[in-house]
């Protein structure tokens, strides 16, 4: 399939991952879940390889490569560990696409550089208690004060919001009693009015950081405004597109690493003289496994090319996400299965790789709103 989709430079990005992957965050990803440690010194190091700043140009200091490159990465990473893969995934394709995408040049100066080196971590808050799948339910208020805005209200579950230097965000644009729309901001988050709450206890994704935000009279320079008040929230929502296939890509590498730790494991344990993979019961499990986990590579790389050659790609994002995220599910509640009782166990891996995968069919928008999205855009289609 790789041929398909991978230049040599694919390749070599694969490998130098995998390499990675295996010799720095794997002999470590146990203790990060046991202990909810943020991985500073990986995502440092990361930041050192190029891997953070794999989509931005490289005349902001980042590796210039395309969506192909990114979800390999993340597939490589997530194969391994998934807090890891989701910091690097949500510091890229939420923290740093907006600003690309939106951002004026004095904005990408102040802010790419860093971003791509991985020395500054990127935050995006959309999500609020009361607007979650209806993103367009924000309460969050900016207010026109002379030059600067006047922002009250708040985010919840933000991906590396106690461990970023930058935060975008998205807020309904006032002046005066008029509504301009919902646009959004980059800030620092040392900005006064700022307040991050504790780190939530969360089932999985224990190393990654994630955490409510609080907006307390928290003034902003009309100057840090993304693009337009009219254009922010529809470019938020085709962020949402990319952050669905590196998702896609997520779940892949949560599905594969819990599918080679079972498959290894059929071959070592014996049950009534044979290898529990000469068992029919097992080795369609296995089967199933396989077969699933290559039907959502395709969907992932397929959706990454499309968007890497500018084409349409809501539909096919949405069912790669939706699908993969699934079969995530599904791989790691068998990977379990095969491995009996010792799956139950915190010293196997597949345990945590199954509570890992469960957020997968939720974050970046839930399994019910790919579905939504899928038929609406199949719809349009038969009408057309």
């Known amino acids: ?31 990060l879940d046991k202990n909810e440690t943020f991985p500073s010194e990986i995502v440092t190091k990361m930041g050192e390889l190029g891997m953070m700043g794999i989509v931005v140009p490289e005349e902001y200091g980042g590796a210039g490569l ?71 339910a ?111 890509a997520l779940s892949v590498g949560t599905a594969l690493g819990a599918y080679e730790i079972a498959l290894k494991y059929s071959t070592e344990r014996e049950a009534f003289g044979k290898p529990i993979h000469k068992f029919q019961s097992v080795g369609f499990k296995l089967a199933d496994m396989a077969t699933e986990i290559e039907a959502s590579k395709l969907l992932v790389y397929h959706a990454a090319w499309m968007k890497d050659q500018g084409l349409p790609v809501s539909k096919e994002a949405a069912m790669a996400k939706l699908f993969a995220s699934e079969v995530a599910m599904k791989t790691t509640t068998e990977a379990i299965q095969v491995h009996g009782g010792y799956g139950y166990v915190k010293e196997f891996d597949v345990e945590r790789f199954f509570r890992d995968a469960k957020i997968l069919e939720i974050g970046e928008g839930t399994s019910e709103i790919q579905r939504l999205i899928i038929s609406r855009e199949i719809l349009k289609e038969v009408q057309v």
């Open 66 to 136: 395309d969506m192909i490159a990114f979800v390999t990465a993340i597939i490589e990473l997530g194969r391994v560990d998934a807090s890891v893969a989701i910091t690097m995934t949500a510091h890229t394709s939420l923290g740093t696409l907006p600003l690309l995408q939106l951002g004026n040049e004095e904005q990408k100066q102040a802010y790419l550089p860093q971003l791509a080196s991985g020395k500054m971590l990127g935050a995006f808050g959309l999500t609020e208690p009361s607007a979650g799948s209806d993103a367009g």
């Open 138 to 248: 924000t309460k969050t208020t900016a207010i026109r004060d002379g030059d600067s805005y006047i922002v009250n209200g708040g985010k919840i579950f933000i991906t590396n919001a106690g461990e970023a230097g930058v935060l975008t965000f998205t807020t309904k644009i006032m002046d005066g009693d008029k509504l301009q729309g919902i646009g959004a901001f980059i800030i620092p988050m040392d900005t006064p009015g700022l307040e991050i709450a504790q780190k939530e206890k969360k089932m999985g994704w224990k190393a990654s950081d994630t955490r409510q935000l609080f907006f307390r009279d928290m003034r902003v320079p009309a100057s840090a405004m993304l693009g337009s008040p009219q254009d922010g929230f529809k470019t938020f929502m085709k962020t949402l597109i990319s952050g669905r296939i590196a998702i896609g």
């Open 1 to 31: 399939m790789d041929s398909l989709f991978f230049s040599e430079e694919h390749i070599m990005i694969q490998n130098m991952v995998r390499e990675f992957a295996e010799s720095e965050v794997a002999p470590i990803a146990q203790a």
